[in-house]
């Protein structure tokens, strides 16, 4: 019985208010819902730097931060798998029972829709500047990037060093151009 549950998934590089909004847009519409951390194999890259078990961290103290209903969602990290027409299946296995997806991914709206499972994608809030890419850019430039996220991400990315590690993985992937 899959109810009322929805799936979003997200890769959250790293979880910013853009996520928030779309997380509390979503809850209006469902019961419960499936937080799918995307990619979460990935990071120590310029693209994800964050690893799979620090996005949860974040997200995790981010949703407390908002005061939402722990009951209301399931925080799962979902690994990319080689063969696309295979990662529904995969996903469906990591998850509880869900009846619709969330997603601004044109790949991930593509395979879901393809195994007959409505895709909703999310109204973003304010993409231009809340988006991972534009958060890593300015801690990237030493810009001011903790409007764009809650306080309690900011303290995660501090505690485990991440604007230094930004700027380490930016040096390395220059100077391995060069």
């Known amino acids: 019985m899959n109810g009322n549950r929805g799936l979003l998934i997200g890769r ?3 979880v910013h208010k853009g996520h928030i909004s ?14 799918g ?17 620090e996005r949860i961290l974040m997200l995790t103290k981010a949703l407390r931060e908002y005061n939402i209903d ?8 979902l690994e990319d798998i080689a063969c696309n027409s295979l990662w529904v299946g995969h996903v469906k296995m990591l998850t509880p029972p869900f009846s619709k997806v969330y997603s601004g991914n044109s790949l991930v709206q593509q395979l879901f829709e393809e195994v007959n499972i409505p895709v909703t994608q999310p ?21 001011n990037w903790e409007d764009l996220v809650p306080q309690s991400v900011v303290k995660v990315i501090k505690d485990i060093k991440g604007v230094e590690r930004i700027q380490k993985l930016n040096k390395k992937e220059i100077s391995e151009l060069v």
């Not at 779309?22 to 937080?35: A, M, Y």
């Not at 951390?37 to 078990?53: D, L, R």
């Not at 109204?123 to 810009?143: A, D």
């Open 12 to 14: 959250m590089q790293p």
């Open 22 to 35: 779309v997380i509390l847009d979503t809850l209006k519409e469902v019961d419960e819902l499936i937080i």
């Open 37 to 53: 951390i995307g990619s979460a194999e990935k990071s120590h890259t310029n693209s994800n730097p964050f690893t799979g078990g």
């Open 70 to 77: 722990t009951s209301r969602y399931y925080i799962i990290p």
């Open 123 to 143: 109204v973003l809030f304010n993409r231009t500047e809340y988006s991972g890419t534009e958060v890593r850019k300015r801690i990237l430039n030493n810009e």
